[in-house]
Structures are given as structure tokens and as C-alpha cells.
């Protein structure tokens, strides 16, 4: 039987909704419709029944929220986008589009998981009242039991904002609640700096964890985006290089506590573009990835490692809609069979572990 894919982390918006998009300009290459219909073209392939003659299928994805304008704060229009897109996500889930949207009431059985914005930093009392309002949003409990998860995108924010006290108290609490939380990390364009603190902040939520208290699960997306651009002429020569070292050692400090996850994501973002017209070189991919996917499967191990596409973010460096889903697809292929793992550990990459950690069920 083809193994079923979960696509641990894609992005959805229409056209309508770009003006809310906090990253949104004239010149964004993501700035026009990036519907359900966007996304079945680009894992066309992929999209076939269980019975079919491939090695794999897609079964779905997991929604994470696209950093709407937004505070922590609820006054003026603090939540009021990021509640809208828990809305839209509501109605592809339902399969009640609204014209424009691009999406079908055949695509909701695509829709297994729903991660949006949640203000962490602001703390329970926050939270809750945050989580009571997207209960309202998503209107019927088959829709409000995938909503697995939260996501603040700290990648873009201030030093410290991870060691607020608010912060560790939300993290906390989402732990009692069985949601998980989304750790969004730039290594390369906002700096290691980012990672040492996620490592204290870890360090802070997990204390008294196994005395009690409510481990969240942590899932940390795109590898914490690594400097994949570093100067690379064999592998010895990147694995030597300052930066990979302290890398390697920040994840390996996050992987010591079993409640966290790492998604196999991101990576057209920091590897140099590729281009529409030409197919790429995957093992020459696979060789510049191997040093780094070789860290987070020897310090996670594969139970605690899931695939993700970035659609449509990996567009941009992974040479357009067309090809990119395909080809990302291609390179964790390669990356898994050097690896050497065995069917069951595939299976798992491919999707038994998103299902697992983000508590869903298909």
C-alpha cells in the first residue's frame, strides 16, 4: 500500500485577505491567490487514491497561520485578522466556500489540522480568552477538535520576547490544554541569537515537567532555518565551519526533551534559488542538506522528525508552483533513503508522526 503523506506545514490565502498579511507589498513574489486550488496544482502527483500504483499519496495538511497584522493585546484589531483566518480555514474545513476563496466542498477531507496565531506572550488569562473566541469562529465541534495547535512567529521579534514570563506561563498552559505550539526561528537571516533562547526557553517550560506539571509538545519548523548558503566544497568543510558547530549544538540541546519535534521544512528558503526551467541536481541537494538533516535525525531520532513543504514559501526558491512541491518532495525522498531508514521509520516521517505529535487523527 503507498504510504499516506501529511504535509505538516502549508499556508492559505486568497487574494482578498492580502492587505491583513503583515509581510504583504507591492513586490511580494507570494502576493497574489494562494488557495486550495494553488496547492492541489503544485502536489498534483500526489493527489491519488490509496489504491494506486505509487509509492506515496498525499492524505492532507496541517494549516499553520500566515502571520496576519495582529498584537497580543485584543484592543483595536489585535485578533480581529487572525480570527478572520481561522474563519476561512473554518469554511475550507466544512467545504462551504465562499465564491473567490478557491476552494471546494471536495477539498475538506484535505484539511486534518488547524494551527493559527495565538497571542502567547500575553499570557493564560489571554490565551484562554483568545482560544474561547476561535472555539466560537470555527462554529462546529468537527472543526474546533482539529484545531491542534497554536503558532507565535518569534522570528521576527525583539531578544527576550521568549523569556517573558508571559510567554513560559502561555507555553504552560498550552500544555494543559493539549495544544501544541509552533517555534518559528531564523538562524540565518535573524541570527543564532534566536536559537540560544529558544534552548533557555525550553529549558524554563520543561523544568518540573516530569513532576507533574504539563509538557507542550514543541514543534520546531525548517530545521531553525539553517545558514544552508554556507561555503560548501565537501562535507568536512561545513561540518568544521563555526557556525554549523553552534548550530548542531543549539537543536541537539532542544532535542533533549522528547516532547519536542522537528519538521523537515524550509529548506528552498535558505539553499540557493533554483529555477523554473531546469531540473535541479537533487543529489547535489541532498548533499548540501545531508550534513544538517544527518544532525537533527541523529539527535531526534526519525519518531520525532516530520515532513513539511512550506507551500507556498517554497515557491520562491524552489522555482515556482509547478515544480517546487514536487521537488522538495523528491529531496526528502533521497534525504530518508540515505538515511537508510526502514519503511515504518518512512511512514513516519511522512506523516504518523505529524499525526502524533499535533494529537490528530485520520
Known sequence: MPIPI??????????????????????N?????????????????????????????????IFLETDRISTV?????????????????TRIALGEPIAGEGHRDVDRHLCLGIVPWAPVPAGPAALEKYLSLVKERTRMEEVWRIVCGVRYLVQDKPSGVMLGQGFIDGLKYLGSRGLTFDLGVDARQGGLWQLREAVEMMERIYKGADDGGAAVTVIINHLCKPNLRLPYSTPESLTSHPEFLEWKSLVSAMAQYPATHMKLSGGFSELPPLASTCDPDVASLVDRLQPWTDVVFEVFGPERVMFGSDWPVCNIGGGGNEVSWSRWKRVIEDVLERRGLTEE??????????VKAYGIKI
Open 345 to 354: 521509520q518512512k511512514k513516519g516521517v511522512w506523516g504518523e508522526v505529524a
Open 29 to 61: 513574489p507570494l502576493g497574489s491567490q494562494h488557495s486550495v486550488d494553488e496547492y492541489r496544482a503544485a502536489a498534483a502527483a500526489t493527489l491519488t487514491s490509496p489504491d494506486s500504483a505509487q509509492d506515496t499519496y498525499l492524505r492532507g495538511f
Open 6 to 27: 501529511v504535509d505538516s506545514h502549508i499556508h492559505l490565502f486568497p487574494e482578498s485577505h492580502l492587505p491583513t498579511l503583515a509581510w504583504h507589498g507591492p513586490n
Open 73 to 89: 493585546e485584543e484592543s483595536g484589531a489585535g485578533w480581529s485578522h487572525a480570527l478572520d483566518e481561522v474563519s476561512l480555514l
